[in-house]
């Protein structure tokens, strides 16, 4: 039984250039949420996919988007890197977009220098 | 004020100890209620996973949640060097429930 899968699982970028993430969901799930979370802190929600479509948004700015396709794989988006953006990026998956479990992925480490 | 609160630890016990791990939270509206373990460079772990008040038991493991208190926990019985990680309670109001609000963590190191 295929887990979340995410990649790449490490990444170094440059303040200012732009990243893509990528996830699959674990088999059956068709609901893809994103999640930062920063050293010794507990993952943050910053949105989550259902139906190709945005649903439900944390408290992220405008330069984190997403995407999410027809096989409910899911892209996320940064652009104009800050120092603050380096963190582990989370993709988690659900049997519907409500009142399921999330299961997560291993994550991308994102480090921004 | 966070609206979920963690002890971050570290907390160490011997093998075969009870573990008990704790979070509160201020917001009334939250119904589920989850914890999940994570190891170190891996992804969080459903352990898990309950709906509004009560007790709920899976082998070694017993959530307890009491909304009149605002306070959940996690009880680890006979606890194994392999359960050190960080233990991780998550909560969600109704119909945003992949919109889960974390606590920090606490580290659990279970010494042999």
């Known amino acids: 039984d295929a887990g979340v899968t995410q990649s790449p699982t490490h990444l170094i970028k440059t303040r200012g250039q732009q990243v893509t993430l990528r996830c699959s969901p674990k088999?059956?799930?068709?609901?893809v949420s994103w999640y930062q979370q920063a050293l010794g802190q507990g993952p943050q929600f910053i949105f989550q996919?259902?139906?190709?479509?945005?649903?439900q948004r944390g408290n992220f700015p405008d330069r984190f988007s997403g995407h999410q396709f027809p096989n409910y794989s899911s892209e996320l988006n940064v652009n104009a890197l800050l120092l603050g953006d380096s963190a582990l990026y989370l993709c988690?998956?659900?049997?519907?977009?409500?009142?399921?479990?999330?299961?997560f992925g291993n994550g991308t480490r994102l480090t921004v220098t | 004020q966070k609206e979920v609160e963690q002890d971050p630890g570290p907390l160490s016990v011997p093998e075969g100890a009870i573990v008990s791990l704790n979070c509160t939270y201020s917001?009334?509206?939250?119904?589920?209620f989850m914890w999940y373990r994570q190891y170190s460079r891996k992804g969080p772990e459903l352990l898990m996973y309950?709906?509004?008040?009560g007790n709920k038991e899976d082998g070694r493991f017993t959530a307890q949640v009491d909304k009149s208190s605002k306070y959940i926990s996690l009880f680890i019985r006979d606890s194994q060097p392999s359960d050190s990680a960080t233990y991780l309670c998550?909560?969600?109001?109704?119909?945003?429930?992949?919109?889960?609000?974390f606590g920090t963590g606490t580290l659990l190191a279970v010494q042999p």
């Open positions: 988690a998956s659900s049997d519907g977009p409500v009142n399921s479990p999330l299961h």
């Open positions: 088999s059956g799930h068709d609901t």
């Open positions: 996919y259902y139906e190709e479509e945005e649903r």
């Open positions: 917001n009334s509206a939250f119904q589920y």
């Open positions: 309950t709906y509004s008040s």
């Open positions: 998550a909560m969600s109001v109704r119909g945003a429930t992949n919109k889960l609000i």
